[in-house]
Structures are given as C-alpha cells and as structure tokens.
C-alpha cells in the first residue's frame, strides 16, 4: 500500500492510496476557495440518554454545482475543481467539507441539556476514479486495498485520544438517499461508543465473561454448521444471511476467527474477506439484474486504547427491499420499539442470494 | 365513553367506541371469510441482544382490493365487506388479520438461536368513519375519546400477563409507507419490554433513583420556563419541539406531571392532552398547507403491575421531511451507529411551527 499525505487548499486533509507508488507533486484540489466556518455541537438527548449532534450550519452550503458536475471524479478543468486530483490514485480518502462531527471547534451553546463541541471526524472514501464502477465490480486487489485503508484510516484516527469509535459505512443507492452516485463510503469517527456499537459491545462483553470466547464467532461456526444461510465460505471469511435478519435480504460478513478490527488484519484473512464482500455484492447487483441498494456497516472494537478480545469485525448489510418493487419502511414497532417485524423468513431470502451465480 | 364488544366471522375481535349509546344488534364484518391461518415466531438476535418477529404467512395474502377498495370504511355493499360496521360508532378497533405479534400460536422453529412463540396483540384503530378527515381535524371530543380508548386498550390489553408493553402509534403519509389512507393507528402489545422503551425505562429509572422526581416532568419544566421551543401550553398538558430533537420538525406532547398511561388520566388532564396534540398536529398541516407525513408513537409505562413513578406518557412524533422537499433519510449513522445528526437546529424549527396559527 502507497500512500501520500495532502492537504486541500481549504485546509482539510487528504489521503491517497495505492497499489503502486505514487508521483510527488500531485496537488489535493477542493470546490471550495474560502476557508471553513462554522461547527457542529452534541446536545444530550435525556429521555434516550444519548447525543445528538447539530451542524446547522451545513444548510449555509451556497454551492450549487451544475447537473453533471461530480465532485468525487478527477479534476480536469481547473474552472470546476473537484475533490480529487488526477493520477495515478486508486482510492481517496478527505474530510468532509461539512462534518457532522469534528471540522471547526466552536463553543457550545447554554441550553437546558448538556451541550458539547462536536468533537470527531467525517471522512469521504472515494472507492476508485471510475464513476460508472461499483464496490462489487472492483477487481479483489482493489478491494483488498480498500479493507487496507479502512484498517490505516482506523488506526490513524482511532488513535488520537478524543476518539472513541470508528465506524466506516457506505450508503448506496438513491433509496437509501444518496444523490452521488460515484462509488463512495464514509467513515464516522465518534468522541463516544455510539448508541449501537454500544449495545453490541455489551452483549459482547457479557458472552466473552460467560463463554471466554467471541460471541459472533461461536455464531459463524453454528451458521456454518447449518449451512441453510450460507452465502460464501472461506478458508477465512465468511457470508449469510443471518438466522435473525431484521431486514429481508440482510446480509453479515466477518472473518471466521475474531479479529477486532481492520488494523488487525492479517494478509490472507484479508484476501479472503475482501472476496467474501465481492461475493455478496455481485449476488446483490445480481439478483434482480440491476445495482442493489443498501447501507453497509462495519463494525469493529472501540478504539479506547483497550483490548477487545469481545469484539468481532463484522459487516452488517442492510437492503431496503423486501421484492423487487416494494421498499420495506421503517415504521412504528421498528423506529418506535426498535423491534423488527420480517414478512420474509431469512431461510427463503439466503435461497434467493444462493442461486445467484457469480463470477469473483 | 360507550363500548361494545363483537367478533368477527373469522374469529377476531372488536370493540366500537362512541360518544353516545350504541344500538345492539351490530355486527362485525370481516373482508375474510376463511379461519385464521399462521402464526408468527421470534428470533433471538444474539449481536444486538433482543427479538425479532417473523410472520412469513403474510405473504400468502392473497386478498386483491379493487383500486378504490377501503377496508377501513364502514361496510355499504355485502359482497365488498370491510372490517367496520355501518352504525353511530366513533373509533373501531380490531385485531389485525396478519397480526406480527400474536393471532394463532405455532410451535417456534429449532433454530441456532433461541426462538419462542409470538405472543402479543397488533391491532388496528380506525379513528373516524370519514375516510377524508384526518386526526388533527376531528372535534376534540372525538380526540378526547380516542385518548381514552388508548387507555380502555391498555388496561384491557396490558392487563393480559404474557403483555408486557403497549405502545399505541400512527404511521401517516406515503412518505412513512403508508398505503392506505383511511385516518387509522395502530397498537402493538409485546410480550417483553422492546429496546427503545427499554432504554427509557432504564435512563427514567435512573434519574428517578437519583433526583426522586421523573425525569420528563422536570425537562419539560426546563422546558417552559426557556419557553424557546414551546408549541402549547395549558394548565395540565405540553407541547414543544424538544432541544434534543433527532428529526427537523420532531414535537413532543405529554402531560405537564408524570402520569404513567392513558389509562391513569383524568379527565381535565386528558382534555387539554387532546387539546396539546389537536394543536400540534393542525400546525403540521398547516406549515406547508398539505398533509404532514409523521410516526407518532405514545410511550407509556410498562404493563407489568409495578408501580412506575418514573414513567411519564408522551407522545413523540417524527416527521420525516427536512425541508418542504426534501426528506431526511436515516442512513449510516443513525440506523448503524444510532447517533443522528442534524442539520437544523430544533429553535429554527420551533419558530417556524409557533409562526403556524391555527384555531382548536
């Protein structure tokens, strides 16, 4: 892995990553000339007992690009600066302009809720210079890159002392509400455990005292031993439709052994994860032959500085279809209760993915 | 408050509500003549440490409504039947006929997880026979009575010993994912206290160990008394977008003391709970003229005949629309970490719904 260090003439930094050396010289661009304002701030939310965070000024955003301008390709005209230089990059990586946590630190306001500077960090991962790509189309080195770069940026970033948690995600498709298109992720460093990952980590550490042993591994071998789920098995990672999907064609891949995160990678475990996730994408875009939406999340220990043996890389995919024309909403018992209501039975959905032939 | 108690052909059960007395003789149709078929189980979810339900028979439905078909209207035609009866009723409320949570109890599948039967109860309240009102615009004794058929609901209901919770809720607008427009709520009864209640619950009880005074009580007196947010005030009832919103337009509604549930009411405070929530919801409406897509979900205490001080009734209503057209899409960092972010601030949303005149 090659990378360089740049920072954009706003003053935000950026990353280039690669599978061959990078030139010297390259220039990190940004849309934006006048140098950043404003900041987001947490307030304590007292009835859920957890933050929110307000970056009101993010609605102040007076760019307005033209409709086929695209921020996250290389910039050709210097007219239209974009996010990324040209070369010879295989994957970008910059702060957001307008992050919901971190950017400009500025005092919080008195209110009747405690209130906190919305430290954090939000990052743009660009998957690759292709804008007609997808994460799934990308060749497995490329991937592998990527899982890479998720383990350098979560070190890097996990290690600075107000972070807490690094979750990298990627939101994909218009039904999910992405309006870019280019192949893209985001990575969402937390000064707290965030809600979630809180709760997982919990469940975790109870197992981990009961079993002396990861909860989310004992899980892949009972999968395994099942099979009927199975969506990819290999020598080191592993893909299914979980026997307790919350979302119809719910998909979970990880490591077969507990790893706590993608610093902690080894290269064959890698590899081998890397070819698991172009699996099930491929089965995604596959079934109903067109790309398939969803939010992918992976989850990995919090990075306090502590060992984690509770903790197990995972990702958690959640597509927003329940058939081929009909949206599973999230109503009142999931939003509300937070208990999930399935009309599928996952057996029925891994059937579906499994028939999905495809080439990796 | 007048009642009366029917079944449907099918089995299922019925209560119509009324202002006034209600004639015998009604009888309570069912579009379905078939018996009940099917059941739901749960699904531990051993990551996230709580329960899925799965109701797969819901897919064998195989009942077609013509286009102008509503179920939901009182029955003209004995070849169309509805699930409501012609007659002076006011509310009708009915067992769901594809129940997510209870309905015919099937063995639970063996699984590499825990599974367990189904038990609850999911069903639908028609809050008015005009097909072309909405809740906001019923009179506010009609609104009055639908508080008290929540609380007839949750006595009745939550009194069963396997009900643990019961959370009344309204789904409104396409835009929530909602087919059928017809002014009509829900209520789930579960058999164990779901995660978001549960996490009330918990932070409520905390608070109430520590400060001996629920916590709702005193933030909505924090409330008042900055008077920035506040959307109503009356002698006995609140409304006001919370400092700590997590949606632009969210407004919460609750009693001014801690009250457990709708069934411990009085009648003064549950008419100027109508009047906070009548209030609220023709300001919705009237924000950008056209009707205002919502969840709102009512959070009462647990039903399992323990005292909670610590509980206090409210409603929270989420919205699902940033600006007048743009939705706000929950993506990878509210569902995967549950840390939402927020680009309006909830004081610039107050403004713009106390500058809403309306006449209750």
Same mark, same amino acid.
């Given at each position: 892995?090659?990378?360089?260090?740049?920072?954009?003439?706003?003053?935000?930094?950026?990353?280039?990553?690669?599978?061959?050396?990078?030139?010297?010289?390259?220039?990190?661009?940004?849309?934006?000339?006048?140098?950043?304002?404003?900041?987001?701030?947490?307030?304590?939310?007292?009835?859920?007992?957890?933050?929110?965070?307000?970056?009101?000024?993010?609605?102040?955003?007076?760019?307005?690009?033209?409709?086929?301008?695209?921020?996250?390709?290389?910039?050709?005209?210097?007219?239209?600066?974009?996010?990324?230089?040209?070369?010879?990059?295989?994957?970008?990586?910059?702060?957001?302009?307008?992050?919901?946590?971190?950017?400009?630190?500025?005092?919080?306001?008195?209110?009747?809720?405690?209130?906190?500077?919305?430290?954090?960090?939000?990052?743009?991962?660009?998957?690759?210079?292709?804008?007609?790509?997808?994460?799934?189309?990308?060749?497995?080195?490329?991937?592998?890159?990527?899982?890479? /770069?998720?383990?350098?940026?979560?070190?890097?970033?996990?290690?600075?002392?107000?972070?807490?948690?690094?979750?990298?995600?990627?939101?994909?498709?218009?039904?999910?509400?992405?309006?870019?298109?280019?192949?893209?992720?985001?990575?969402?460093?937390?000064?707290?455990?965030?809600?979630?990952?809180?709760?997982?980590?919990? /469940?975790?550490?109870?197992?981990?005292?009961?079993?002396?042993?990861?909860?989310?591994?004992?899980?892949?071998?009972?999968?395994?031993?099942?099979?009927?789920?199975?969506?990819?098995?290999?020598?080191?990672?592993?893909?299914?439709?979980? /026997?307790?999907?919350?979302?119809?064609?719910?998909?979970?891949?990880?490591?077969?052994?507990?790893?706590?995160?993608?610093?902690?990678?080894?290269?064959?475990?890698?590899?081998?994860?890397?070819?698991?996730?172009?699996?099930?994408?491929?089965?995604?875009?596959?079934?109903?032959?067109?790309?398939?939406?969803?939010?992918?999340?992976?989850?990995?220990?919090?990075?306090?500085?502590?060992?984690?043996?509770?903790?197990?890389?995972?990702?958690?995919?959640?597509?927003?279809?329940?058939?081929?024309?009909?949206?599973?909403?999230?109503?009142?018992?999931?939003?509300?209760?937070?208990?999930?209501?399935?009309?599928?039975?996952?057996?029925?959905?891994?059937?579906?993915?499994?028939?999905?032939?495809?080439?990796?």
């Amino acid at each position: 892995m090659h990378t360089l260090e740049l920072t954009k003439p706003d003053g935000r930094s950026m990353t280039l990553y690669a599978r061959q050396p990078l030139p010297q010289g390259l220039q990190a661009p940004s849309p934006f000339a006048d140098p950043l304002r404003g900041g987001a701030h947490l307030r304590w939310h007292p009835v859920r007992g957890e933050w929110v965070t307000y970056a009101a000024y993010r609605q102040d955003r007076t760019f307005l690009p033209p409709p086929e301008y695209n921020p996250l390709a290389p910039m050709t005209d210097p007219a239209n600066p974009t996010e990324v230089p040209t070369g010879p990059w295989d994957i970008a990586v910059f702060e957001n302009r307008f992050p919901s946590l971190g950017g400009l630190q500025v005092p919080p306001p008195d209110l009747i809720v405690p209130t906190a500077p919305a430290q954090g960090r939000c990052e743009v991962v660009v998957f690759t210079q292709d804008r007609t790509a997808s994460l799934g189309a990308l060749p497995l080195d490329h991937m592998e890159l990527l899982l890479q /770069v998720w383990g350098d940026r979560t070190r890097r970033i996990g290690g600075e002392p107000q972070i807490e948690y690094v979750l990298p995600f990627e939101n994909r498709g218009a039904e999910v509400g992405v309006t870019l298109h280019h192949p893209h992720g985001q990575i969402y460093a937390y000064p707290v455990v965030p809600p979630v990952p809180a709760r997982i980590q919990q /469940v975790a550490t109870e197992h981990y005292a009961k079993h002396g042993r990861a909860l989310l591994e004992m899980h892949i071998e009972a999968e395994r031993r099942d099979g009927a789920r199975m969506l990819y098995e290999g020598p080191h990672a592993a893909a299914f439709v979980p /026997v307790c999907a919350r979302y119809p064609y719910e998909v979970w891949i990880a490591p077969v052994r507990a790893v706590e995160g993608f610093a902690q990678l080894d290269d064959a475990v890698r590899a081998d994860l890397a070819r698991a996730l172009k699996t099930v994408l491929l089965k995604y875009d596959g079934l109903w032959q067109r790309p398939f939406p969803y939010l992918m999340a992976w989850y990995q220990a919090p990075t306090d500085g502590q060992p984690h043996p509770e903790s197990h890389l995972h990702a958690q995919l959640w597509p927003p279809y329940r058939t081929r024309d009909r949206l599973k909403y999230l109503a009142g018992t999931e939003l509300a209760a937070g208990f999930f209501a399935m009309d599928a039975l996952p057996e029925e959905k891994a059937r579906e993915l499994q028939q999905v032939e495809v080439t990796v």
